[in-house]
């Protein structure tokens, strides 16, 4: 079974900053592509970042700029630094990935979810 397990979320002012990460456990042989997303209170889950198994990124409008993902592919780690919060960025930030275990099997999978709050 593999697992992505997310942290770094917390409480921030605006402007701050803030990095999250997304570590595979388990049964995980690689994460390929993979990407962050973000929930807030009474919306739905959009997407905040994407990266590639070889590293190209692309981003939502809303935080190019400020975010930046990237990974560890040794560590089967992904990474979200974000800048200039603001309190918009104010959710729940899942990471999710595709990946292989240590089987071969292909798989999708999702974090638990870290909580970001952003106040004033």
């Known amino acids: 079974q593999v697992q992505l397990v997310e942290s770094g979320g917390g409480l921030v002012h605006t402007g701050g900053s803030l990095r999250l990460s997304c570590a595979a456990s388990?049964?995980?042989?690689?994460?390929?592509?993979g990407g962050w997303y973000r929930q807030a209170p009474g919306s739905q889950r959009e997407l905040v970042a994407t990266?590639?198994?070889?590293?190209?990124?692309n981003y939502a409008d809303s935080v190019k700029g400020r975010f930046t993902i990237s990974r560890d592919n040794a560590k089967n780690t992904m990474y979200l630094q974000m800048n200039s919060l603001k309190l918009e960025d104010t959710a729940v930030y899942y990471c999710?990935?595709?990946?292989?275990?240590?089987?071969?099997?292909?798989?999708?999978?999702w974090g638990q979810g870290t909580q970001v709050t952003v106040s004033s």
């Open positions: 990266i590639s198994s070889g590293g190209s990124t």
């Open positions: 388990g049964s995980v042989y690689r994460l390929n592509a």
């Open positions: 999710n990935a595709a990946g292989l275990n240590v089987l071969g099997y292909a798989g999708n999978y």
